[in-house]
């Protein structure tokens, strides 16, 4: 292993230009990279971005280095423009190869000095010069591209059972409108009822984070608005205790019941989830306890398949907006007898199987991944 400084390793392209009318088609920005994934699947804007872009090449490593804790690393798909609060890198060839360039960028050891190097309050970001001095070891370049190659297999593995999870829901949502049809075609002629009509719905809270006595040795599972994107909450990453229970205006969740985030960042509000515990939630989230005429899987599905229209609702799909109590209670649900919602929950829960295997092989693939990097 040989010591290099990070401006030895990587290029930092500065090269900027003011967006024109035509380059909104080839726009990047930092919202457009999902963590943990090279591949950009979405780009683009609806206007021509304001303020000066960074210029990208296709295959330049791209680098969210505003709030570096987020890891965004991508692979520019095409020439283009980039978010000016990222960085557009490239390797030196001389001591980094180019396939094994980006799993680098990824590692723990880069994105953990990135943090460190960080300023500033809300939205933190790093300064070039800093970085440019940081140390990281490098194995040869022949380890390098020993190491490329395995990394890109489990990779391209790795999202080849992403695409089978968004395969899987897709099949989920057809069958149910060929079961149910929509609210706006219903072609079965179902009774619609509004969630209201058919549900206790109700918001949580949070107990006092000043108060140790609320939180220290909790046994009553408390749920926060970001573990909505677990699907199946199983257990909380937070427990409280009785008495930061009473202290609070939370309420107890039963088990089977449905929750909605109402607001959260990125793409969590309009999320739903099904409680498989009793569990309570802080007050980004809803919770949707059906009566005896729905199914809570049916349900689920039902609003699982409906994630834009539910963030619609709150005026924005986009940007900044919230649910409340009144929005949920008002939307509208085909409701078929109970047995063909069970018909249907049979149909979903082997579908949920599916994905719990194919997450299993997603995470151990992850580790040997990070195995990979890290060692």
Request: cysteine-free.
């Given at each position: 292993m040989t010591k290099y400084k990070f401006d030895e390793i990587a290029i930092n392209s500065t090269q900027k230009k003011k967006p024109t009318e035509e380059d909104k088609v080839y726009y990047i920005g930092l919202e457009h990279i999902d963590p943990g994934c090279f591949d950009v699947v979405r780009w683009g804007s609806d206007v021509a971005p304001t303020g000066d872009k960074l210029l990208m090449q296709k295959g330049d490593v791209l680098f969210g280095k505003r709030r570096a804790y987020q890891r965004k690393v991508a692979i520019a798909p095409f020439d283009g423009i980039f978010s000016a609060h990222g960085m557009v890198l490239r390797p030196n060839l001389k001591v980094?190869?180019?396939?094994?360039?980006?799993?680098f960028i990824s590692s723990d050891k880069f994105m953990e000095t990135a943090v460190r190097m960080s300023v500033g309050g809300l939205s933190p970001t790093i300064n070039w010069k800093d970085l440019a001095r940081q140390e990281f070891e490098l194995p040869s370049l022949d380890e390098q591209k020993v190491l490329a190659d395995k990394l890109w297999a489990a990779y391209?593995?790795?999202?080849?059972?992403?695409?089978?999870?968004?395969?899987?829901?897709?099949?989920?949502?057809?069958?149910f409108i060929e079961m149910f049809g929509t609210v706006e075609n219903n072609t079965h002629n179902f009774p619609i009822m509004t969630i209201g009509e058919f549900a206790n719905c109700f918001a949580g809270a949070t107990?006092?984070?000043s108060h140790p006595e609320y939180?220290?040795?909790?046994?009553?599972?408390?749920?926060?608005?970001?573990?909505v994107h677990k699907g199946h909450v199983e257990d909380t990453d937070s427990r409280i205790t009785e008495l930061g229970y009473k202290s609070a205006s939370t309420r107890m969740v039963p088990i089977h019941s449905i929750v909605i985030a109402i607001a959260g960042q990125g793409k969590t509000r309009g999320t739903v989830a099904i409680t498989e515990v009793d569990l309570c939630t802080n007050q980004s989230l809803c919770a949707i306890v059906p009566d005896e005429r729905v199914n809570y899987s049916y349900l689920y599905h039902n609003l699982q398949g409906r994630y834009l229209e539910l963030r619609g609702l709150s005026g924005d799909v986009n940007g900044r907006g919230g649910l409340n109590?009144?929005?949920?209670?008002?939307?509208?649900?085909i409701?078929?007898?109970?047995?063909?919602?069970?018909?249907f929950a049979s149909i979903a829960q082997q579908a949920d199987k599916?994905?719990?295997?194919?997450?299993?092989?997603?995470?151990?693939?992850?580790?040997?991944?990070?195995s990979l990097i890290n060692n």
């Open positions: 980094i190869d180019a396939n094994y360039f980006p799993f391209r593995l790795k999202e080849a059972y992403k695409k089978l999870l968004v395969a899987t829901d897709e099949m989920v949502k057809s069958q107990p006092s984070t939180w220290e040795n909790g046994r009553i599972r408390w749920m926060s608005s970001g573990e109590l009144k929005i949920i209670q008002k939307i509208p649900v409701l078929p007898p109970i047995e063909k919602q069970q018909q599916s994905k719990f295997e194919l997450r299993k092989s997603i995470d151990a693939i992850d580790k040997v991944i990070k």
